[in-house]
RNA sequence: CGGGAAGUAGCUCAGCUUGGUAGAGCGUUCGUUUCGGGUGCGAAAGGCCGCAGGUUCAAAUCCUGUCUUCCCGACCA
């Protein structure tokens, strides 16, 4: 066991709670190269049960999975314009290989939009070829400058849909059903409240057309983008020639939309769930839902505990992610701590009093408490119940910190008050670039998007730009962003 | 990539100023005692002092370079 030292004290809610939770928690491990890092059984499991819910979603709405290669020709990423230059700075090159230089260097992806286009403009012919729905789940090398354990790492996991479609009406469709998706996957399986909307100008994907997004509000204050469903156009297909025949004879581009999230959710998680005693984790992606941890002195007392525990374990696993921590070099005390650390969401005590009066103690991870004296009859309905009890209630938390940490600023004076203590900030905004640019200059603070919806109620129609003052329609959320 | 801090036992760290046989607590192993919120006692094992050079009779300690982590800036899911 690593670090119980530190782990005998609450853990700080510092700069460092991202870092020390993986570490602890044993989600992640720092890799010998910089900005890498290994995802430990945990943290993979966590990110199994993520996948799992959303490869369902992305099934039923009619995709396919696949899978595009690692290495991509350098001169695929040049051909479209903006991506080239969005990408360049971050994109790993090699340039030798087998021995010796290689003719064309090899990019390692850091999104798969061109090699998928140069195989689409293979596959596609005529509009009946349309529309093509595919996934893959994938790692993509980003080299960034400064690193943060799961919410930016040098090579990440994610999954990364493309499709294309015959009209720009159908894809725009496609872009928005998909981040309602991510709405979905956040909201409801990681109990992570988010705010969706479209990304301006300078914070729209490279070579996409119309960039939506879904924010969600850290611990910390900060915002992070939890995920992006992007409407391309025809951006690529240009650059790739990517044409079909209409029902018209037509030649004509495809148009075009992708849409990602990564292991940055497993960041989110716990820069929005997490306590002073560890991760607490939403019962819909916990790899492990229930853990039971058997109490007893002697060797007939543990027998008889551990067989009461494979009994509850046998009628409790269809329903739930159940395990018993059997081990016998810990005492329950320490298994106490450890489950919670790890943020498991229910925990089951049993002993020998509990079970000569025919109840189980239950501690429930979210709110800390615990439940005495619960009946063995009915415990899969009770369970089943609390369950969603903690799921719900891990998002009303986070729902609460957001609407409490989101205010409407009218003016520069009151934006630059607010914007240091963290949060969302709503204003009016004109719409010029330059407003937006010289507020990050002065407050290091970015529109994270121009919300469907305002998280509060907001019913002026108009205003003034918070930068410039000119008359302004569109009301923006701005925040500090990881 | 700039500014700051750090890297010594599995973990947290002391030792470095002033060079001279590698330290503590926790954990681990064995024994014993315990087990309903991180048990007590006894013994033992465990270290290319991040890596590479240099200075020196002698380097964890001084010098140079380099790698990694953390914090702060410029870039991003």
């Known amino acids: 066991m690593s670090g119980a030292e530190t782990q005998e004290k609450d853990l700080d809610q510092g700069e460092s709670l991202l870092a020390k939770i993986a570490l602890e928690a044993e ?16 943290g993979y499991a966590i990110w199994e049960q993520i996948q799992s819910s959303l490869d369902k979603m992305i099934k039923e709405t009619g995709h396919q999975n696949a899978y595009f290669p690692l290495f991509i020709p350098e001169s695929f990423l040049q051909k479209e314009a903006k991506h080239v230059e969005g990408f360049a700075p971050e994109c790993a090159v090699v340039s030798y290989a087998g021995g010796k230089e290689l003719e064309e260097k090899l990019v390692v992806r850091p999104t798969s939009e061109t090699i998928i286009n140069y195989m689409f403009s293979k596959w596609i012919q005529s509009y009946r070829d349309l529309p093509v729905l595919i996934n893959q789940w994938a790692n993509i090398v980003r080299w960034e400058m400064r690193t943060r354990l799961f919410l930016r790492t040098t090579e ?3 999954q990364e849909g493309h499709t294309a479609h015959a009209t720009r009406e159908e894809a725009e469709v496609e872009t928005k059903k998909m981040l309602g998706v991510y709405k979905t996957l956040s909201e409801e399986y990681l109990a992570i409240p988010i705010i969706d909307g479209i990304k301006t100008e300078t914070q729209r994907f490279a070579g996409a057309v119309t960039t939506y997004c ?23 297909a240009r650059a790739f020639d990517t044409k079909f025949q209409d029902q018209n004879g037509q030649l004509q581009h495809v148009h075009q939309t992708s849409w990602g999230v990564s292991t940055r959710l497993i960041g989110a998680i716990i820069m929005t769930h997490s306590d002073e005693k560890g991760l607490r984790l939403p019962p819909k992606i916990a790899p492990i839902q229930i853990i039971v941890v058997p109490i007893y002195k002697e060797q007939a007392e543990k027998e008889m505990v ?23 070099q810990y005492s329950p005390g320490w298994k106490f701590n450890h489950w919670e650390i790890k943020g498991v969401p229910i925990r089951i005590n049993l002993g020998p009093k509990d079970i000569s009066s025919n109840v189980v103690e239950i501690v429930r991870r979210d709110t800390k408490e615990k439940l005495k004296n619960v009946p063995q009859q009915d415990l899969r309905q009770y369970l089943l119940k609390l369950s969603t009890e903690i799921q719900e209630n891990l998002f009303r938390q986070a729902n609460d910190f957001l609407i409490k940490n989101t205010f409407t600023v009218k003016n520069e004076k009151e934006f630059a008050e607010k914007i240091n203590s963290g949060g969302y900030l ?14 990050k200059q002065k407050t290091k603070a970015t529109i994270r998007c121009i919300p469907f919806k305002l998280p509060v109620d907001q019913n002026q129609e108009e205003g003034y730009c918070i930068s410039c003052n000119q008359k302004a329609k569109q009301q923006v959320i701005f925040a500090k962003a990881y």
């Not at 010998?32 to 890092?37: D, N, Y």
């Not at 009016?428 to 670039?433: G, I, N």
């Open 426 to 439: 709503i204003c009016f905004w004109c719409e010029k670039t330059q407003c937006e640019e010289k507020l």
């Open 306 to 328: 551990l067989k009461k525990c494979k009994e509850l374990e046998e009628t409790l696993k269809n329903d739930f992610r159940i395990k018993t921590d059997d081990r016998d």
């Open 27 to 42: 989600l992640a491990d720092y890799s010998p190269v910089k900005g890498c890092m290994v995802i430990r059984p945990y």
């Open 156 to 158: 990440f996991l994610w």
């Open 214 to 236: 879904i924010e969600g509000l850290m611990k910390d204050g900060k915002s992070l983008q939890m995920g992006t469903s992007h409407y391309l156009g025809q951006n690529f």
